[in-house]
């Protein structure tokens, strides 16, 4: 198997080949500027196996469904939250979020706890989606017609013809800010319906930041899965 990695030659004083394996699984060889490019194979050959290794243990992490136990990490707004299963015969079934932790009653919830997060998350994604669209749309004066949420997997928001918006439920799991560029660049297209550069500098306009966003939803969002 080839390994594909960003080479980066450093004028520094640096003496050694190194290697780096970002979350996302890009690698970085960095060598003294002067190294041959024989050697240069000869290193990455040698670390073939364990960088190999060391991905497969990121997808994997990254993919692993949800088996609804206790101690298994959710996220909510951005950061990850234990949930606590238990069952109790008298209380009301389904899960409460109570003090950074999840409680989900149930007496089967490998079953049935999916279930249970999803209409958790969707209720928090409309209150909090809701309030979002309003704040940019009286600040940037663009009026959709309709807010809904969805369950899309990889599509996070989307602009109708006709200026409805739909949003995924699953953007609930992304940090706020992250949320906010994904209802910024969803109005927007109320003003632009395509991706040109006039959106795009639209969008800078009022959050020169995006780019971190835009990055942030393609590298991480692997992780909210359910
Ligand atoms: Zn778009």
């Not at 469904?65 to 209380?91: C, H, I, Q, R, W």
Request: net charge positive; proline share 4%.
């Amino acid at each position: 198997m080839n390994i594909n990695y960003t080479l980066k030659r450093s004028r520094k004083r640096r003496k050694t080949i190194s290697l780096q394996i970002s979350d996302n699984s890009e690698v970085t060889i960095c060598a003294p500027h002067f190294t041959p490019a024989g050697e240069i194979n000869r290193f990455v050959r040698e670390k073939q196996n364990w960088i190999q290794r060391t991905i497969q243990k990121q997808i994997s992490l990254r993919t692993k469904e949800k088996e609804y136990t206790t101690g298994e990490l959710f996220y909510y707004l951005g950061e990850s939250f234990p949930l606590e299963v238990f069952f109790e015969e008298n209380a009301r079934k389904g899960l409460v979020f109570w003090r950074d932790r999840f409680y989900l009653n149930s007496p089967d919830a490998a079953v049935d706890g999916m279930s249970f997060f999803v209409s958790w998350y969707k209720k928090k994604a409309r209150e909090h989606l809701t309030q979002r669209v309003d704040f940019f749309s009286r600040k940037l004066s663009l009026q959709p017609r309709q807010v809904k949420i969805t369950s899309a997997g990889k599509r996070w928001g989307s602009c109708s013809e006709d200026n409805n918006l739909s949003f995924s439920f699953r953007l609930i799991m992304a940090p706020p800010e992250v949320i906010d560029y994904v209802v910024v660049h969803e109005l927007m297209h109320i003003r632009e319906k395509s991706h040109s550069s006039r959106f795009w500098k639209l969008i800078e306009a009022v959050m020169p930041e995006y780019k971190i966003h835009r990055h942030w939803l393609k590298e991480e969002s692997g992780k909210f899965i359910l």
